[in-house]
């Protein structure tokens, strides 16, 4: 008999011949310009590794902001510091404003082992369980996020992410950003990583996400009330018309999803059944009694985060919206040839909501390819305010020197703008050049790990 602890973490009191590191996006000058900017419609690398290893943790943050009109700060000398325009656009120093839609418009991917298709291709925000665009505080065993208390429940807010998920990997871990956005994103960025001397057996499971939407959901019913006697009297045992959550081949175990909800109807978005397909079988083995019930909560969804399950965002702060998450760590669920995760959205089908979801899961590699719908199909869904006319004035007869200052401002606009894009071409030119240099770092390594 071993004579160790079988306590929870007893793995730490061994020793391992295992060697970390990290790709990040540190200022390989030494200087502070810790961050990169991926240009409007590129990609750019963060990290490629050769294998066999593990990534072990990755923590992000980032910025997207639209220029308005000129500020009063340098471009040069801001482009030297960190991007933090905390200073209200009140005192007329900067104009600049947060694209809230970003989290959205940029992907995340993952390629493991020189496969023709990626395992990870997520939003950015959705892999972090940041739904609709909206970061909200929450804990939870693999993933956190942390914004600050006047940052929450805003569209497009700055926000601390980390993930915790183990993604080992034999030959190649390649981790990219595609920013489908019209304007640069900006990234800081650590990703830690193990590597082995020894490839990993043929039992691997690679890490895999995939995210999907439907605006609207297909619903027959959405004029009836939710658990109204007529709406509770049809029936549905076959799961036709659920969304999908996940729709997976191959060998491997479902760990999860987050789950945002646009409500149009106003009064309880769930009462769905979650129904799991596994192996290709007609009816599932797994059948739910509410939507509630599924993310472990009861009598709705409530307002609070737990390490498996839990409200992200809560309806009670945001009418309408909803983000949702349950994590099956303790209890993955297996399938040998295929999987098929689904919910009713509305019992039976018949609400007609947004809803879009990222699904967690590991499985043998090769897997089935999956895509991602448009950028433009992935815009969350805003009340929309009046749009602001900044461009004259329609009810006053405009004064000579307000007719200059119009012209003043167009006139200090160009050359303003002409070296912010000076700046953020110097700053494109860092990442990429920065890009190479993880890269380069990464070989550094294994080659010394061998």
């Given at each position: 008999?071993?004579n160790r602890?079988?306590?929870?973490?007893n793995?730490?009191?061994?020793?391992?011949?295992?060697?970390?590191?990290?790709?990040?996006?540190?200022?390989?000058?030494?200087?502070?310009?810790?961050?990169?900017?991926?240009?409007?419609?590129?990609?750019?690398i963060?990290g490629?590794?050769?294998?066999?290893?593990?990534?072990?943790?990755?923590?992000?943050?980032?910025?997207?902001?639209?220029?308005?009109?000129?500020?009063?700060?340098?471009?040069?000398?801001?482009?030297?510091?960190?991007?933090?325009?905390?200073?209200?656009?009140?005192?007329?120093?900067?104009?600049?404003?947060?694209?809230?839609?970003?989290?959205?418009?940029?992907?995340?991917?993952?390629?493991?082992?020189?496969?023709q298709?990626?395992?990870?291709?997520?939003?950015?925000?959705?892999?972090?369980c940041?739904?609709?665009?909206?970061?909200?505080?929450?804990?939870?065993?693999?993933?956190?996020v942390?914004?600050k208390?006047?940052?929450?429940?805003?569209?497009?807010?700055?926000?601390?992410?980390?993930?915790?998920l183990?993604?080992?990997?034999?030959?190649r871990?390649?981790?990219?950003?595609?920013?489908?956005?019209d304007?640069?994103?900006?990234?800081?960025?650590?990703?830690?990583?193990?590597?082995?001397?020894?490839?990993?057996?043929?039992?691997t499971?690679y890490?895999?996400?995939?995210?999907?939407?439907?605006?609207?959901c297909?619903?027959?019913?959405?004029?009836?009330?939710?658990?109204s006697?007529?709406?509770?009297?049809?029936?549905?045992?076959?799961?036709?018309?659920?969304?999908?959550?996940?729709?997976?081949?191959?060998?491997?175990?479902?760990?999860?999803?987050?789950?945002?909800?646009?409500?149009?109807?106003?009064?309880?978005?769930?009462?769905?059944?979650?129904m799991?397909?596994?192996?290709?079988?007609?009816?599932?083995?797994?059948?739910?009694?509410?939507?509630?019930?599924y993310?472990?909560?009861?009598?709705?969804?409530?307002?609070?985060?737990?390490p498996f399950?839990?409200?992200?965002?809560?309806?009670?702060?945001?009418?309408?919206?909803?983000?949702?998450?349950?994590?099956?760590?303790?209890?993955?669920?297996?399938?040998?040839?295929?999987?098929?995760?689904?919910?009713?959205?509305?019992?039976?089908?018949?609400?007609?909501?947004?809803?879009?979801?990222t699904?967690?899961?590991?499985?043998?590699l090769?897997?089935?390819?999956?895509?991602?719908?448009?950028?433009?199909?992935?815009?969350?869904?805003?009340?929309?305010l009046?749009e602001?006319?900044?461009?004259?004035?329609?009810?006053?007869?405009?004064?000579?020197?307000?007719?200059?200052?119009?012209?003043?401002?167009?006139?200090?606009?160009?050359?303003?703008?002409?070296?912010?894009?000076?700046?953020m071409?110097?700053?494109?030119?860092?990442?990429?050049?920065?890009?190479?240099?993880?890269?380069?770092?990464?070989?550094r390594?294994?080659?010394?790990?061998?």
């Amino acid at each position: 008999m071993e004579n160790r602890s079988i306590g929870l973490l007893n793995k730490l009191t061994r020793i391992s011949n295992i060697r970390s590191a990290r790709v990040s996006s540190y200022d390989q000058s030494g200087r502070n310009h810790d961050y990169w900017m991926i240009p409007a419609g590129q990609s750019v690398i963060l990290g490629d590794i050769e294998g066999p290893g593990c990534i072990t943790h990755m923590w992000m943050t980032s910025f997207c902001r639209r220029i308005q009109g000129p500020g009063i700060i340098d471009p040069a000398s801001g482009s030297n510091v960190a991007p933090v325009f905390e200073i209200h656009n009140a005192l007329g120093l900067n104009w600049e404003i947060t694209d809230p839609y970003y989290y959205r418009k940029v992907l995340f991917k993952i390629t493991w082992d020189d496969q023709q298709y990626p395992s990870i291709l997520v939003p950015f925000g959705d892999f972090f369980c940041i739904g609709h665009s909206v970061p909200g505080n929450f804990a939870s065993i693999p993933f956190s996020v942390s914004v600050k208390p006047d940052e929450q429940k805003k569209f497009g807010a700055p926000a601390a992410l980390n993930c915790y998920l183990p993604m080992p990997f034999n030959k190649r871990a390649k981790i990219e950003i595609i920013n489908e956005n019209d304007v640069p994103f900006g990234l800081y960025f650590h990703i830690d990583y193990d590597l082995y001397k020894k490839s990993l057996g043929e039992d691997t499971a690679y890490f895999h996400a995939q995210w999907r939407r439907e605006c609207p959901c297909d619903g027959w019913g959405a004029g009836l009330q939710v658990n109204s006697p007529e709406v509770n009297s049809v029936t549905n045992l076959d799961g036709k018309g659920n969304y999908t959550i996940l729709d997976a081949e191959g060998h491997g175990h479902f760990i999860g999803c987050n789950l945002s909800v646009v409500h149009f109807q106003g009064s309880w978005w769930g009462e769905g059944d979650e129904m799991i397909f596994i192996d290709g079988e007609e009816h599932p083995s797994i059948h739910g009694t509410g939507s509630e019930d599924y993310f472990n909560h009861a009598w709705g969804m409530q307002k609070n985060a737990f390490p498996f399950n839990g409200s992200i965002i809560h309806e009670s702060d945001m009418p309408g919206y909803q983000v949702s998450y349950r994590f099956h760590i303790a209890d993955p669920v297996h399938f040998i040839k295929s999987i098929r995760v689904t919910m009713e959205h509305g019992h039976a089908n018949h609400l007609a909501d947004d809803w879009s979801s990222t699904a967690y899961w590991y499985q043998k590699l090769p897997s089935k390819p999956f895509g991602i719908l448009p950028v433009e199909k992935r815009i969350p869904l805003v009340a929309q305010l009046p749009e602001v006319r900044r461009t004259g004035v329609t009810r006053v007869d405009l004064s000579e020197d307000m007719k200059e200052a119009f012209d003043s401002a167009r006139d200090r606009m160009k050359p303003y703008m002409k070296e912010k894009d000076a700046q953020m071409e110097e700053n494109l030119k860092k990442t990429l050049e920065s890009s190479a240099g993880n890269i380069k770092h990464s070989k550094r390594i294994r080659n010394s790990f061998k």
